[in-house]
């Protein structure tokens, strides 16, 4: 069978030794295989490069696969503040993010990520660039939390927007569905973004906030 267009252009580039690493360090610990696809995590590294953000909020790292794709388009002084459930991915997207060179970038946060939001609201903390990566229930929500914390012109970009198929199968009505169609309709149409929607892959979403 033909190569689908995804698998093309993902093998015109080179092997990536630390997102290599990554995905190895994820088999081993007998994580899901569920990192940001390849050439999305190439899109997040050139998007925080061309919009020059010096901040990022994550939500959801894994094994640190999208934290490496977003920390390197910072710039040196740059900020990575990654949320986190789970106490040992957190460690192994740790581990991964040092092995990178990345290490200092990121500043982990375990535990729900309503909650460690709600604690960034009250440091005050603000950024320049989302990455909703984690529960799709929350998706909704995580969108309307990172309007609050974002500096003007900041951008949103959010992976899974087709569960698979799940998302335009009318027949698929669970919570998680219902909510990504939700997010997907809100990045679409609320005033107070500039959105698109890429369909390769698993779908991401992208806004940005637009200034009033
Ligand atoms: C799709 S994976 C993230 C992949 C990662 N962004 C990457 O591309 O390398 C989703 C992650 O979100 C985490 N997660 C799920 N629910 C969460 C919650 N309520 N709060 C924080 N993290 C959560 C999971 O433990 C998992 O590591």
Do not use: W
Request: with cysteine.
């Amino acid at each position: 069978m033909a190569q689908s267009p995804d698998q093309y252009f993902d093998e015109l580039y080179k092997a990536d030794t630390d997102l290599e690493r990554v995905n190895a360090s994820i088999q081993a610990a007998g994580m899901p295989d569920i990192s940001v696809a390849p050439g999305y995590g190439r899109l997040l590294t050139f998007l925080v490069s061309l919009s020059k953000a010096r901040s990022i909020l994550e939500i959801g790292a894994l094994g640190g696969y999208s934290g490496i794709c977003l920390a390197r388009g910072l710039p040196t002084e740059g900020k990575l503040v990654s949320l986190e459930l789970r106490q040992e991915y957190a460690d192994i997207a740790k581990a991964n993010m040092a092995s990178s060179g990345l290490g200092h970038f990121v500043d982990y946060r375990v535990g729900d990520a309503s909650a460690s939001i709600a604690r960034l609201r009250e440091e005050g903390a603000r950024f320049d660039f989302f990455f909703i990566d984690a529960d799709k229930e929350n998706y909704p929500h995580y969108l309307e939390e990172c309007i609050l914390l974002a500096n003007e012109g900041a951008i949103i970009a959010a992976d899974n927007t087709l569960l698979r198929g799940k998302t335009i199968d009318e027949a698929r009505q669970g919570p998680s569905v219902l909510a990504i169609r939700h997010f997907n309709r809100t990045i679409a149409q609320d005033p107070r973004l500039t959105g698109v929607h890429l369909p390769a892959y698993d779908g991401l979403a992208l806004a940005q906030i637009r200034t009033i």
